[in-house]
């Protein structure tokens, strides 16, 4: 069967949509909302950061961030503390229990990213990696021109 470029798209994101919502039934919920899981996960793998640059990483508006690092401050995931470089910044960093429920996500998605592949033959996973990389390529490239 042939896929127009469109249908490639729209089925790739139907199948992260399905991924998500199966993994969620099987391991359980990563996280009441999904900007909480992608601020926990960014922070696991950049460190510290400022709000600002938090706030670059997730794409979201520095308003949104505020809201996220309040909520997951106030459930003892994360420290804010005031940057001693810039007192009008503030540095946003994971604490052990963070730590914690960042890993314990991580190994969620890892098992529900592996489980996903595995009606594909080792050629299939191979090609499909091989396009997945060329595409990544791609926006790489053109983000490094709009700067």
Known sequence: MA?????IVERLFEVYKLNRRYAEKKYGHFMPGRGQFNCLIVLDEKGTLTQKDLAAYLAIRSTSTGEL?????????IN???????KRSHLISLTEAGKAEAQLMKDKRSKAH????????????QAFGEGLAKIERFYYEKEAHMD
């Open 3 to 7: 896929y127009s470029e469109l249908d």
């Open 114 to 125: 592996t489980e996903m592949l595995t009606y594909l033959s080792e050629e299939e996973k």
């Open 69 to 77: 690092i309040k909520k997951l401050a106030e459930k003892g995931l």
């Open 80 to 86: 804010k503390e005031v940057d001693p470089t810039d």
